[in-house]
């Protein structure tokens, strides 16, 4: 039988020592010790770190909690003669049989590769919403000549046009009221992740009765009682607008699609559990293929044709914008045939500015 192999601690320490940064810290938060791979990645000497307060390698350190707790989270870095250095930080008590805390345990990971690829993608994203934002902005003026002048045409020749001239009037029409809708999407879309009204205290009762209200013409125009049910909901914080976009554009969709030669049936309820909100937009409508369960969430991703469902394919896109903005997230399971369920969840109360 052969004897499994069972590495030395020296040759562990060795392989750690490669891979992450350790330091150790007093129970007074001094540092008494670092690996060589901290002195490498951050051109410390020991002379200028050893018996330093270890909170001032950092002002991410500055609500660290030395106690006999865990605590992790990702600090910079920052020396005059190398690259702002990100770590992925834990920080382990250990204590002795009697419970009492002899030393703290610093371990981090370099992630720095990580965090400049996070903030390239931040920055291409900000420039395509600026993109997005000025096209869309500088096309609301040509668009308004074009509906004002077919509008004149209308008002004035439409009684001497022939049949084929009045329906290239009628197709210009809802060109216009597309390239309209287009537009507010995208202006929507770029605003939704970082511009909005601060938080405050937020009704979603008030709210859904709100957006019933705007819904108003397209419930009437199932010709059915009572499509929509809803359950009582909770008092979150949040941007009122936002929230009421978000909860407008997935009823919207759930009457939208609904499966011809039946009623349809939309519900809204919620739950709260652990901090958390989570809204439920529940319909009985045509439903999603399993592969396309996150590919609607990404901007212009149509699944249906103009002729079958209009829309502009950018409504869950922002819906996810604004779940972002919000600390929160937003999933969809469907069945195909059966039905559709969007699932939002949301804080009750909105972390504070710089924490996450």
């Known amino acids: 039988m052969t004897t499994p192999f069972t590495p030395s601690l020296t040759s562990l320490e060795a392989a750690l020592d490669r891979i992450a940064i350790l330091i150790a810290i007093d129970p007074n938060g001094c540092i008494t010790r670092a690996n060589q791979n901290f002195y490498k990645l951050t051109g410390f000497t020991p002379a200028e770190i050893l018996g330093r307060e270890f909170r001032e390698l950092s002002p991410d350190l500055a609500d660290a909690s030395l106690g006999a707790d865990l605590w992790q989270g990702e600090i910079s870095l920052t020396r005059p003669t190398v690259p702002t250095l990100w770590l992925e930080t834990r920080i382990t008590p250990v204590s002795d049989e009697a419970g009492k805390v002899k030393y703290f345990i610093a371990i981090s990971f370099d992630i720095s590769e990580r965090k400049l690829r996070e903030e390239q993608q931040k920055k291409t994203e900000r420039e395509h919403e600026h993109f997005a934002y000025v096209a869309a902005h500088d096309l609301h003026e040509p668009l308004r000549k074009v509906r004002a002048f077919s509008e004149r045409l209308t008002s004035k020749l439409s009684q001497i046009l022939?049949?084929?001239?009045?329906?290239?009037?009628?197709?210009?029409?809802?060109?216009?009221?597309?390239?309209?809708?287009?537009?507010?999407?995208?202006?929507?879309?770029?605003?939704?992740?970082?511009?909005?009204?601060?938080?405050?205290?937020?009704?979603?009762?008030?709210?859904?009765?709100?957006?019933?209200?705007?819904?108003?013409?397209?419930?009437?125009?199932?010709?059915?009682?009572?499509?929509?049910?809803?359950?009582?909901?909770?008092?979150?914080?949040?941007?009122?607008?936002?929230?009421?976009?978000?909860?407008?554009?997935?009823?919207?969709?759930?009457?939208?699609y609904h499966a011809p030669g039946r009623p349809a049936e939309v519900t809204v309820s919620a739950t709260v559990d652990d901090g958390n909100c989570v809204l439920s937009v529940r319909d009985n409508g045509i439903g999603l293929q399993p592969e396309n369960l996150e590919r609607i969430f990404h901007a212009f991703n149509r699944l249906h044709s103009q002729r079958e469902f209009p829309g502009t394919g950018i409504g869950l896109a922002i819906c996810r914008r604004i779940t972002d903005r919000h600390h929160g997230s937003i999933t969809a399971r469907s069945t195909p045939g059966i039905g559709s369920e969007f699932l939002v969840t949301l804080p009750l109360t909105q972390p504070a500015k710089g924490q996450s």
């Not at 597309?178 to 979603?204: C, P």
């Open 162 to 256: 022939p049949p084929e001239g009045q329906d290239y009037l009628v197709r210009i029409h809802g060109a216009v009221a597309r390239m309209q809708n287009l537009i507010d999407d995208l202006l929507a879309y770029s605003r939704a992740a970082h511009e909005g009204e601060a938080f405050k205290t937020v009704d979603l009762n008030q709210t859904l009765q709100d957006v019933l209200s705007d819904l108003e013409i397209q419930i009437e125009q199932l010709q059915q009682p009572n499509p929509v049910k809803f359950t009582h909901l909770p008092t979150i914080e949040g941007d009122p607008t936002e929230l009421h976009r978000l909860l407008q554009n997935l009823l919207s969709n759930a009457l939208k």
